[in-house]
């Protein structure tokens, strides 16, 4: 699929339940890094929705954004997950090495409510108000971008190892930005942020980040936002992925993670 605006290419992958669809239709799980964990989304879903009654996983449809890439983390997520910044303001990678091209997150973000949904709703049962956005590290980071400038746009919101450390000071002017409205308005959404307890000891501060994150936003849990927060115990930034998908696929079937 190519997008409209920036005819930037991408894979779209997606998982049907076997059981057929409930009345208003199938839940839709959006995850991003596909060509990661699109297969441990899917098994995992396929697995516990089997017995949504012991496992508290319904079945859903996974949609996941990827790309034409054989590597798991394709280069041009480094585009669309981000926010646009100045060179000067973004952590130095850890090979020294010049960041690609970076600040597309904005029109990715357009590509999914105006050219992508519309093609799944018109292609399958699916349930609009029940849609979930899934995403780890600099994915983490896109889905609370999401979150913060489109509350609107999913139902359940799910950011794991988030990249807050990338552009700081765009990230907290959007958080600012969404507490303020959500004070004066209210919101309806939920959001899990989860991140592995090995991560503490990079200098991104990622559990530190996290857990600052989700103590900030705790307040808005009064105005309609649901919220849980969990560290994964001896896991890391990648080792995190299976215990993380397994939580997340509970959380977008009814905002719980145990």
């Known amino acids: 699929m190519v997008s409209q605006e920036e005819k930037r290419e991408y894979r779209i992958f997606v998982s049907v339940p076997a059981s057929p669809p409930p009345e208003g239709g199938y839940p839709v799980l959006y995850t991003l890094d596909p060509n990661s964990v699109f297969g441990t989304l899917t098994e995992a879903v396929r697995?516990?929705?089997?017995?949504?009654?012991k496992s508290g996983v319904?079945?859903?449809?996974?949609?996941?954004?990827?790309?034409?890439a054989e590597?798991?983390?394709a280069p041009g997520r480094y585009y669309d997950y981000t926010l646009p910044a100045d060179v000067s303001e973004l952590p130095a990678r850890p090979d020294g090495s010049p960041w690609p091209k970076h600040g597309g997150a904005d029109a990715f973000l357009r590509?999914?409510?105006?050219e992508l949904k519309p093609v799944i709703e018109r292609e399958y049962p699916v349930d609009r108000?029940?849609?979930?956005?899934?995403?780890?590290s600099l994915g983490g980071l896109f889905v609370l971008h999401t979150l913060f400038t489109k509350p609107s746009a999913f139902r359940t919101y799910i950011a794991g190892s988030p990249s807050i450390h990338w552009s700081r000071r765009l990230f907290d002017e959007e958080e600012r930005d969404f507490v303020r409205r959500c004070n004066a308005q209210g919101v309806e959404a939920s959001l899990f942020i989860g991140v592995g307890g090995l991560e503490g000891s990079h200098k991104s501060r990622m559990v530190d980040n996290a857990r600052e994150l989700a103590e900030r936003l705790a307040p808005l849990e009064g105005k309609g936002l649901k919220l849980r927060f969990h560290e994964f115990p001896d896991e890391g930034?990648?080792?995190?992925l299976p215990p993380l998908v397994s939580r997340a696929v509970r959380f977008a079937s009814n905002g719980e993670i145990r």
Do not use: D
Not at 47 to 53: A, I, S, T, Y
Not at 111 to 114: K, M
Not at 129 to 136: D, E, I, Q, V
């Open 47 to 53: 697995v516990q929705g089997n017995r949504p009654e």
């Open 129 to 136: 108000s029940k849609t979930a956005l899934f995403g780890h």
């Open 71 to 73: 590597v798991p983390f």
């Open 237 to 240: 930034h990648v080792s995190v």
């Open 58 to 68: 319904i079945p859903m449809l996974i949609v996941g954004i990827g790309y034409n």
């Open 111 to 114: 590509f999914i409510e105006q």
